[in-house]
């Protein structure tokens, strides 16, 4: 299986309000579809954070890990499980 050097290479066209700078859809660009994507597939558990870095393209794991950030539900689900 070939591995795509960029996100964008494994996406076979961006939806048609992503392609450009001006959008039907307010705040909707390929940088904040690239990092809603990135966010999507770094939190997946299923998904190791390597394969992750190696899909989206980086040459560096911290460049990949900065989309790993917990969420405030995370945050709370780990409070209660230490008690």
Request: proline share 7%.
């Amino acid at each position: 299986m070939q591995q795509p050097d960029r996100i964008t290479a494994s996406i076979p066209r961006l939806p048609t309000c992503c392609q450009t700078k001006s959008t039907a859809v307010e705040g909707v660009t390929p940088h904040t579809f690239h990092h809603t994507v990135a966010t999507q597939l770094v939190r997946d558990p299923e998904v190791d954070l390597v394969t992750a870095e190696t899909f989206l393209g980086h040459s560096r794991l911290d460049t990949t890990a900065r989309y790993s950030q917990p969420s405030e539900e995370d945050l709370e689900k780990a409070a209660k499980k230490l008690g």
